[in-house]
Every structure is written in C-alpha cells, then in structure tokens.
C-alpha cells in the first residue's frame, strides 16, 4: 500500500535509475520510490537491471514500478518476483483492466492526467484506492515537468472523498510547499524537479523537496 500520510504527505521520488541512489535518497527520508519501467521513458530501467538490486531494498522503503499499458510479462515478472509492492499504471488501461488486478491481490495506483474539472470524472470510474493526478500532456504519459491547476486536486479530494489523491507534475523544491498547503495531497510524487539529468537525481534537490514538503 502507498505510504499512510500523517500530518505530512508521503514523498514519492519517482525515476530512480541507480542503486546507489536509491539508497541516498532513503536515507534522506523519502517514503517511495518509482522506478521506471516504460521503454521510451527517459528514465526507463530495463526490469532485469533493477531485478538485481530492488530485492535488497524491499524492507526499506515502498517501491512503486511505473509503466504504461504494461506487457502481461512484465506484470508477471513484478509480482511473481515480487520485485514491487505497487504498480502505477499511467497509460489506457481501464478500470475493468485495474479491477483485474486488484483481484490479484496487487496493489495499483492509477495515474490520471487532467485539464479540466470535466477530466475529474474518471476518477470516480477506477476501483484502486490511490489516483496519482498529473498535468495533462497526450502522449508523454507523465514526467514532462509541468504543473495543472491544483484547485483541480482540491475538487477531487472532496468529490471522491474515498480515493487517496498523489499530486504530481511540475512540482519542484520552490513550489512543493504551496502545492501541499494548497492541496493536503495523500502524497506528492516529483521526478525531474530534482534532477541534475533525466534519471539522475541531485541529492541536495531531493533534500530540499523533502523538507519542504513536510514544511506544507
């Protein structure tokens, strides 16, 4: 399950790419990681690189594999191997495709990306308990570094007071704060708001983000 927020949200840094990172970025106290398993995504990780350090850190931290419209292999290999503890799907796959899973017994996040309140209704369509909301950019399925209006995640936390809503897109270390303080997210998720390179993150960055989301 994605990491209960406390009087804080959870802290997701998402696109991690070394082991030796991961374990930085631990240690600096964030609650998940996402690892990247979508090929065409800048900070892809091929499942058999990961498969040889993600075990080691399975008891440390929440670990979280991101894909789009994902290969039933793939979804195999994550869960047989049990590599993660959740699957965030950002791609088409519908709520039936998500009830499927669930009936697995994994753990889903569905990522949503929105525009407008209209594109809010969906949320409702999903059965999974976590909804990540991410800026509205067809094609690039997320980590494009842009924000969307987050009174958007303020009307979907009280239209679906049920579901645990993840702020994402565009949220660096200057602006994280006001996004919590705006929003009191679950969890806010950040990638290339902390990176030195796509896929390389700046640990002082990802220090920061921390603190002040936590400050929020």
Not at 116 to 134: H, M
Not at 152 to 158: D, M
Request: hydrophobic share 45%.
């Amino acid at each position: 399950m994605f990491p209960e927020a406390t009087s804080t949200p959870a802290v997701k840094i998402c696109g991690i790419t070394q082991e030796q990172q991961a374990r930085d970025i631990i240690s600096l106290g964030a609650d998940a990681l996402g690892i990247n398993f979508w090929p065409k995504s800048k900070r892809y990780l091929p499942v058999g690189e990961a498969a040889l350090w993600l075990p080691s850190l399975h008891a440390d931290t929440c670990l979280i594999a991101v894909m789009v419209n994902p290969e039933r292999e793939l979804l195999d290999q994550l869960t047989q191997e049990a590599l993660v503890h959740i699957l965030q799907l950002h791609g088409d796959e519908s709520p039936a495709e998500v009830a499927r899973l669930l009936e697995t017994g994994a753990h889903v996040i569905k990522a949503l990306q929105v525009k407008n309140r209209e594109s809010l209704a969906q949320i409702g369509e999903y059965p999974c308990e976590t909804i990540l909301l991410d800026a509205y950019n067809p094609g690039l399925y997320g980590g494009a570094g842009e924000t969307f209006p987050w009174e958007l995640a303020v009307i979907a936390q009280h239209e679906f007071p049920e579901k645990k809503i993840i702020l994402s897109g565009g949220l660096t270390p200057a602006n994280v704060r006001e996004a919590v303080q705006q929003t009191r997210p679950a969890g806010v998720d950040v990638a290339s708001g902390v990176e030195s390179a796509p896929g390389i993150k700046d640990l002082a960055l990802v220090a920061e983000f921390i603190e002040q989301a936590r400050l929020g």
